[in-house]
């Protein structure tokens, strides 16, 4: 029997998951609950983002327009 094959995410889905906190925090909420909900986006799909699981672009892109921010600026010394 095959043992099953551990997916192994790329470290820079992590590392915008981690700028995405930061940008969070940095605007003052502590809860990313409380940042998805005050903002109408899904809650999960927000959890999921900040924690480095594969997402959509449409859905970075959404939460990029939440903080007024480009994509330029956005992955700006991100490496």
């Known amino acids: 029997m095959k043992k099953p094959v551990k997916k192994i995410l790329d470290k820079r889905v992590h590392k915008i998951g981690d700028k995405l906190k930061k940008m969070r925090i940095d605007k003052g909420f502590t809860?990313?609950?409380?940042?998805?909900?005050?903002n109408g986006l899904p809650r999960v799909q927000y959890w999921r983002m900040e924690s480095g699981v594969n997402f959509r672009?449409?859905?970075?892109?959404?939460?990029?327009?939440v903080h007024k921010i480009t994509l330029e600026d956005f992955f700006k010394g991100l490496k």
């Open 57 to 65: 672009i449409e859905t970075l892109l959404k939460v990029l327009d």
């Open 31 to 38: 809860s990313y609950e409380n940042f998805a909900w005050d």
